[in-house]
Each structure stands twice: as C-alpha cells, then as structure tokens.
C-alpha cells in the first residue's frame, strides 16, 4: 500500500463543514456574522455518537478554502465527554486546521455550569477532520476518547511463516487468534 492511501484505522474522527457559514449549517447551532470574524457556536460533540470512522486527515474529504478571498470563522467547539477527567489531565482539539498537533490556543477548558469543555479557533471556511485528544501527565491518550474503538472488543490474528530455503516460497506454520477489551 502507497503511503498516501494508508490511515490510522482505530482512530474516530470528526467531520466539520464550513463550506456554508448560515444559521441553517447542519452543525451550526447559533451564526452571528456581524462580528469580525463571524462568530460560529456548533452544537455538542458528544463522545460516542458523532464520530465518524469514515473521516481520515489528509483525505480528500478535508479540503481547505484556498482562494485568497476566502472567509475565516470564529469557531466554537463544546465537548461533553463520557467520563469524569481527572484534575491533572487535559483534552486538546486537533485536526486539520492545526496541522494534527497539540497546541495550547485548542486546549479545551471545563465550564461547570454547562458541564461541558470549550475551546474556539479561528478556521478557514472548508471542510475538515478533527478528534479530541487527552493528555494526562506527560501522557498523550489519543484513544481514550474514541468510543467505539476502545469500548469494543478487538480481534487479532497472528501467523508465523517460515521462508524455506530450498524451496523458495513461505509456509504457513502456526496460525493464533486473540481477543483484548482496552
């Protein structure tokens, strides 16, 4: 497989779609384009059940504005994780519009009267993949808030082949299934 088309498989991805900054924007839950710049509140990701597999960074599906006259927004993200994040860890917001790093100006900060975490980023009008990713000590936990992936039992396979010399080709000689639940 080419480099280009290969991707994380485990990872759940969000899919933003700025091509269309209105109020009637599917994700869009509140568009106020008087201010400079227009400033775009989403509605919740909710760990769980708006993520998407199908979303990969680097894929055709994210794609940039890239004329000079295109738009930037004022996004807000709110995130309602499942579970409760201890004191010393973190959640950041990454994607394609920050070049999948970990960036102090997309960490997310907990609001106890929403009971939600909050970041915003100034985001070019396009399309894009992102996921939220928790830090806990100097430990980055990219799985940790991907449910599917880490709620589900994984299958794995093994084999061993042995490449025999006088025959020139692989054998088969050991095949071994196993299961883990992270």
């Known amino acids: 497989m080419r480099q280009e088309n290969s991707f994380v498989g485990d990872y759940e991805f969000q899919f933003l779609d700025l091509t269309e900054l209105t109020q009637q ?3 869009i839950l509140e568009y106020r384009p008087a201010e400079i710049p227009p400033r775009v509140v989403l509605f919740d990701d909710v760990q769980g059940f708006s993520a998407s597999r199908l979303r990969v960074p680097g894929s055709q599906l994210t794609r940039p504005e890239t004329a000079l006259s295109a738009r930037y927004a004022n996004v807000h993200f709110r995130f309602n994780p499942d579970d409760r994040i201890t004191e010393n860890a973190s959640i950041y917001l990454v994607g394609d519009f920050n070049n999948w790093s970990v960036q102090s100006d997309y960490a997310l900060e907990y609001h106890p009267e929403t009971d939600r975490w909050r970041t915003n980023g ?17 430990e980055i936990k990219d799985l940790a ?3 599917s992936f880490t709620r589900t039992q994984q299958e794995y396979h093994a084999f061993v082949y042995f490449r025999d010399p006088n025959r020139f080709y692989y054998r088969l000689i050991q095949t071994n299934n196993f299961f883990e639940t992270s």
């Open 25 to 27: 924007a599917s994700q």
């Open 145 to 147: 808030l991907d449910d």
């Open 122 to 138: 100034f985001i070019k009008t396009g399309t894009y993949a992102y996921k939220y990713m928790l830090i806990e000590g100097n």
